[in-house]
T-cell receptor
């Protein structure tokens, strides 16, 4: 069964510190992995997807198939990065079916 | 805002009552989804539809029903069989043409039980 695990419910860092939000998945095949973000009083929105291999707002994420991980990283956290982050996976016979992790709340302190 | 609207913003349900949450999109997307968001549990898939007149159950479909008569609309009915309906409900859509497409989310509807 597909599953997405985000082990940290809350992550607090100081401004300028590196940040890493962990995401592990279980899936037999080649999944599509995503990070979604929800800022305060805003809609849930896509941050990045692994297939694009791009950096958005300074965030990057590398798909590690050996470790089945897709951790989200940023070298220098900013206060505006404070938000709820969700890791998501799609795959299987139906790539339109998505599985979301339970989310990690990132709090960047001044 | 992604062209997805949900109404109402808040909805109150009485015991034994069915209520319907609206979701409309003008993005010409094929696929639409309903999720339930509970504190500490992330998003759980209720139903999804890849094309008009077709839909599939997600992981927590019991007590819910949907229809997809029009491409732009995917209403969710919370029936009296859903014993714990209090939650935040999110609707999303994606192009759905090749799979693994970006999902665009609505603002959500918060359902409360009186």
């Amino acid at each position: 069964a597909q599953r997405v695990t985000q082990p940290e419910k809350l992550l607090s860092v100081f401004k300028g510190a590196p940040v890493e939000l962990k995401c592990n998945y279980s899936y037999s095949g080649s999944p599509e992995l995503f990070w979604y973000v929800q800022y305060s009083r805003q809609r849930l929105q896509l941050l990045l997807r692994h297939i694009s291999r791009e950096s958005i707002k300074g965030f990057t994420a590398d798909l590690n198939k050996g470790e089945t991980s897709f951790h989200l990283k940023k070298p220098f956290a900013q206060e505006e990065d404070s938000a709820m982050y969700y890791c998501a996976l799609s795959g299987g016979y139906n790539f339109n079916k998505f599985y979301f992790g339970s989310g990690t709340k990132l709090n960047v302190k001044p | 805002d992604g062209g997805i609207t949900q109404s109402p913003k808040y909805l109150f349900r009485k015991e034994g009552q069915n209520v319907t949450l609206s979701c409309e999109q003008n993005l010409n997307h094929d696929a639409m989804y309903w999720y339930r968001q509970d504190p500490g549990q992330g998003l759980r898939l209720i139903y999804y539809s890849q094309i008009v007149n077709d839909f599939q159950k997600g992981d927590i479909a019991e007590g819910y029903s949907v229809s997809r008569e029009k491409k732009e609309s995917f209403p969710l009915t919370v029936t009296s069989a859903q014993k714990n309906p209090t939650a935040f409900y999110l609707c999303a859509s994606s192009r759905g043409s090749t799979g693994g497409e970006t999902q665009y989310f609505g603002p959500g509807t918060r359902l409360l039980v009186l």
